[in-house]
């Protein structure tokens, strides 16, 4: 047990990523394309990773969702992860340039990408009484609890809520934010869901190292 807990080994972190793309990810030219019109357009190199978009393709397919809105569209990688795993996306997007790309990157797919500010456009959907099975939230850090509350409103009992950079959002300079409060406490307390926390190790392109973060899944229960 003693390699198990070995803190070496997160460095081996690349080794089992490089093993695991080549072994499980099938040549996609949909997501290919998507990748490469976002750096010919100019967006940032930050889109879901591969392995992570087929997480989320597995997750749409066991709990069976139709209906997938998603913060923070970018180059729509994870849309089409979505769209291609049978769900109808709803996309929201603050830059019209990423919206651009994303609708470009879209195209034939069952995903409509609205543009504006999160927070201003989750109370309309709200007021116009959509529901969603699952909710993707991978937006501005900052606003990560306002976020997730306006989620729970717009995800259907049994349904769930993905909140990803979580533990990066916890972190700034390289140490832990002080203090007892936190997204995990305040999500901690919502009587509407029954959450999660699950660690990751992600290895980017634009980091030298392997990088520790993790997401929320949230079960909603209620509202």
Not at 24 to 30: E, F, I, T, V
């Amino acid at each position: 047990m003693e390699a198990v807990f070995n803190y070496e080994n997160f460095r081996l972190a690349p080794r089992f990523d490089a093993e695991a793309q080549s072994a499980m990810l099938r040549p996609n030219p949909k997501l290919e394309h998507a990748l490469t019109n976002s750096t010919a357009r100019g967006l940032p190199s930050i889109s879901v990773l591969p392995m992570a978009g087929q997480y989320l393709s597995i997750l749409t397919q066991l709990i069976g969702a139709k209906s997938v809105l998603e913060v923070g569209t970018l180059g729509g990688y994870s849309s089409i992860c979505f769209a291609e795993a049978g769900a109808k996306v709803t996309s929201i997007e603050i830059d019209p340039k990423h919206r651009d790309a994303a609708v470009e990157n879209v195209a034939g797919l069952d995903v409509e990408v609205l543009l504006g500010a999160a927070l201003d456009v989750l109370p309309k959907l709200a007021e116009e009484g959509r529901q969603f099975d699952l909710v993707f939230i991978d937006a501005d850090m900052n606003d990560q609890q306002e976020q997730f509350d306006w989620a729970v409103k717009l995800t259907r009992p049994g349904g769930c809520v993905f909140l990803d950079d979580v533990v990066a959002s916890m972190i700034k300079d390289g140490h832990p934010q002080e203090g007892t409060e936190s997204i995990l406490t305040q999500i901690g307390r919502d009587e509407r869901v029954k959450a999660t926390l699950v660690p990751t190790v992600a290895c980017h392109p634009m980091a030298p190292n392997p990088v520790f973060n993790g997401f929320v899944l949230a079960l909603v229960k209620g509202h």
